[in-house]
């Protein structure tokens, strides 16, 4: 797709901020790996042959009784006794002692029927960020199977790193992208249309903005429960006026300019001026402070649940990662993955917010 003159030097002046623009390149790797978070630590295999079918444990529901086990619950992959099972085509002599399978066992015969050797694709890391590792004491330190360690309750931390990573990039996303068009909306209104608009609008958020919002969150998660969207919903709920304020400003400056009085003399319907004239050059002003935004919910998710009233408790989190580093002082490395993931994710979205601000402004030009 051909971009268009104006998006082209914007792109231009991008790529010309190489901080911004590397900045960028390292986020999508982290963020897009996070996104496969599953293929890379799990624990469940990849891929399984058994008996030559094909299994995909990591994407689909299998019993143990697919691999000649004998509960209908789900495959425990990383117990010995089903791994044996799987590799050796079904032999029950695995439930008495897996490890003592020979090899040549294990290509062999099951009631006297020649079977095809099974095997098992692991991801990178075999654990998922729920799993239970038996370590002896817990948390324990960094070792080649635990390559940040574990925390207080025996579950790897590189683990919970990957899939906290990504649920607070999702989260901020999905909180700064509503938000803003909420915020952006209705400052535009006010700025726009000035007067008794303006003047009630600025009442309500003065009383909006006085509400305790985590006295809120905490009267709906114990009415409603802890869970994911329902944060969601309330950071939106209370973010939203973030934009507000200096949109109204831009649109207030804007509206009595030469080009936007032409265009109404000429009879351009007010939502056109709005969002086709007067917004783009507001959006410098906008963009300025997108990465407070931004920074400010994944802060505000690790705050929360680090106090106790985010995410529920088994779910991968920065901030209760955060919050175990202060509980187990002896287990260094738990604060220094929690803060240098912190460190590395809002650098990266800093520098390329900063690089994002400076392709929109008509001021800057390609050097």
Avoid at 77 to 105: F, K
Avoid at 267 to 284: C, K, S
Wanted: net charge positive; aromatic share 14%; hydrophobic share 50%.
């Amino acid at each position: 797709m051909k971009l268009s003159p104006l998006n082209a030097r914007r792109w231009r002046n991008f790529k010309s901020n190489r901080r911004a623009f590397w900045s960028l390149w390292i986020f999508l790797a982290a963020f897009g790996l996070s996104l496969l978070a599953e293929v890379i630590a799990n624990d469940k295999p990849m891929l399984v042959s058994y008996r030559g079918e094909l299994y995909f444990p990591a994407y689909r529901f299998y019993p143990e009784t697919a691999f000649g086990g004998d509960f209908r619950t789900q495959a425990i992959y990383r117990d010995p006794a089903v791994q044996c099972l799987i590799v050796s085509g079904g032999r029950q002599e695995c439930w008495d002692d897996p490890a003592g399978v020979t090899a040549e066992a294990r290509t062999g015969m099951v009631a006297g029927e020649a079977v095809e050797r099974g095997w098992i694709i692991w991801p990178l890391i075999r654990y998922h960020y729920r799993t239970i590792n038996n370590v002896g004491s817990a948390p324990s330190a960094p070792d080649a199977r635990h390559w940040l360690g574990t925390d207080d309750t025996a579950r790897d931390v590189t683990a919970r790193v990957i899939y906290g990573f990504r649920t607070s990039v999702l989260f901020a996303l999905i909180v700064t992208g509503i938000s803003s068009v909420l915020g952006i909306a209705a400052g535009a209104v006010q700025g726009y249309f000035g007067g008794r608009t303006d003047l009630i609008f600025q009442r309500a958020l003065e009383i909006w903005g006085s509400t305790p919002s985590l006295y809120v969150i905490i009267i709906l998660f114990a009415i409603l429960g802890r869970s994911f969207w329902l944060l969601v919903f309330v950071s939106i709920l209370f973010g939203w006026p973030a934009l507000t304020g200096v949109v109204r400003a831009e649109f207030l400056r804007a509206r009595n300019f030469e080009y936007v009085r032409a265009a109404r003399a000429l009879g351009v319907t007010d939502r056109v001026i709005m969002f086709r004239h007067i917004l783009p050059n507001a959006m410098v002003a906008t963009l300025t402070l997108m990465p407070f935004v931004v920074t400010g919910a994944i802060s505000g998710l690790a705050s929360l649940d680090y106090l106790g009233y985010g995410l529920p408790s088994s779910a991968p989190s920065l901030g209760e990662l955060a919050l175990q580093a202060k509980q187990n002082l002896q287990a260094p490395w738990l604060g220094f993955s929690a803060f240098f993931t912190f460190a590395l994710m809002l650098s990266l979205l800093v520098f390329i917010f900063e690089g994002v601000r400076d392709a929109f402004d008509p001021r800057k030009t390609f050097k």
